[in-house]
Structures are given as structure tokens and as C-alpha cells.
């Protein structure tokens, strides 16, 4: 039986508002989202940083194994592996994504969300609307 190794892992403590304040970052996906920010790249707008801009470099390591996952299970299919063994890693690589979602809607809500409530008026009814989108689409999946 072949197995990939997961490592489960919770969610890391976010630091204080200084982590807010880190400088850099990208806005990673296609789509409306994808086109967004390059929108704001040309145009020079946005609101600086994004939430996750402290940690991309964890962020992006946990990404790289959940794609070792995926080419695990590739391999795992070419290998004729045991189904049931193909579905466990299958669930190990959704619950590394779930928890990899959750730590950037965290970030979201606590870095731009945040800061449209101090502004307050529709930037907050809009940061609290695109959140609630992003978590009704994650209770989907």
C-alpha cells in the first residue's frame, strides 16, 4: 500500500495589527479576482497589502505540499493503488485545502474587512458582503 505523508496541522495564531502592516504580496487566481487585481495594479489602487502579505512565504510552502498531494494521488492512480486507500489521501488533501482557506479568510476578515470598518459606510458593506460570498462558497465545496 502506498501512502502519502500529511501532515495535519492547525491554523497557526495570527500576530498583532503590525502583521497588517507588512508590505508586498500578490494577488494569486484568475477569474473576477484575477482581473481585479491586475485592474488595481495598472490603475495603482487597492489598499495596500493584502492580509496574507506577512505569511505568503508559509502560505505558499503549504501549497506546495498540498500539490505533492495531488501528484500523490496521480501517482497513486497510475500505481493501481486500492481505492479506498486513494479516497483517505483524497480526504487528507481536502481538509489541507479547507484549513488553507480558512487561514486566508481569517486574514481577510482581520486585515481588510477590518480596515473597511473603520472606514465604515459602503466600503464596509461591501468588504462584509464579499466575505460572506467567500464563506457561503467554501460551505458549498
Same mark, same amino acid.
Do not use: N, W
Given at each position: 500500500? /502506498? ?19 507588512? /508590505? ?28 496574507? %502579505?506577512?505569511?505568503? %512565504? ?84
Amino acid at each position: 500500500m /502506498t501512502t502519502i505523508p500529511t501532515r495535519t496541522e492547525d491554523v497557526p495564531a495570527h500576530g498583532d495589527a503590525a502583521a497588517a502592516e507588512a /508590505t508586498g504580496g500578490e494577488q494569486p487566481g484568475g477569474g473576477e479576482a484575477g482581473a481585479r487585481a491586475a485592474e488595481q495594479q495598472e490603475t495603482g489602487g487597492g489598499h495596500g497589502p493584502h492580509g496574507y %502579505s506577512s505569511r505568503k %512565504s508559509e502560505h505558499l510552502k503549504r501549497l506546495r505540499r498540498i500539490e505533492g498531494q495531488v501528484r500523490g494521488l496521480q501517482r497513486m492512480v497510475d500505481e493501481d493503488v486500492y481505492c479506498i486507500d486513494i479516497l483517505t489521501q483524497v480526504s487528507a488533501g481536502t481538509k489541507a485545502l479547507q484549513a488553507f482557506a480558512l487561514a486566508l479568510l481569517e486574514e481577510h476578515l482581520r486585515h481588510c474587512v477590518a480596515a473597511a470598518a473603520e472606514e465604515g459606510g459602503a466600503e464596509l458593506d461591501a468588504k462584509v458582503a464579499e466575505a460572506t460570498a467567500a464563506i457561503a462558497r467554501l460551505l458549498r465545496s
